[in-house]
């Protein structure tokens, strides 16, 4: 069975950090892109940031940028999601997804673009 497992989350104060991991398991993950999405109460599923399988290029929504970090060990099948300088606007549930290439400009930050999902992992960030 393909499938993704997120762990790292936890209750953070405004400025901490936290590593998020994803974890694949029944393919190999280094032919994928894998995506970070994360969802608060109320709001819609949004993309955070991709990473694409060789060279590794990403990509980030503008909210994150300069704070938050993707990379990847592809002998591991891990994603990592290193996120620095915290605010309460970061919290919500995180969830990594999987398709087979690259990061899309244009496909890389809808949901509907990832073929496999994890659970998720909570975040949330206090003032």
């Known amino acids: 069975q393909q499938q993704l497992a997120e762990s790292g989350g936890g209750l953070v104060q405004d400025g901490g950090s936290l590593r998020l991991s994803c974890v694949a398991s029944?393919?190999?993950?280094?032919?994928?892109?894998i995506g970070w999405f994360r969802q608060a109460p109320g709001k819609e599923r949004e993309g955070v940031s991709c990473i694409s399988p060789r060279d590794e290029s990403t990509h980030y929504t503008d909210s994150v940028k300069g704070r938050f970090t993707i990379s990847r060990d592809d002998a591991k099948d891990t994603v990592y999601l290193q996120m620095n300088n915290l605010k309460p606007e970061d919290s919500g549930r995180y969830y990594c997804?999987?398709?087979?290439?690259?990061?899309?400009?244009?496909?890389?930050?809808?949901?509907?673009?990832?073929?496999?999902w994890g659970q998720g992992t909570q975040v949330t960030v206090s003032s």
């Open positions: 997804g999987a398709d087979f290439g690259r990061c899309y400009s244009e496909s890389w930050g809808r949901s509907s673009w990832y073929d496999y």
């Open positions: 029944g393919f190999r993950s280094r032919n994928y892109a």
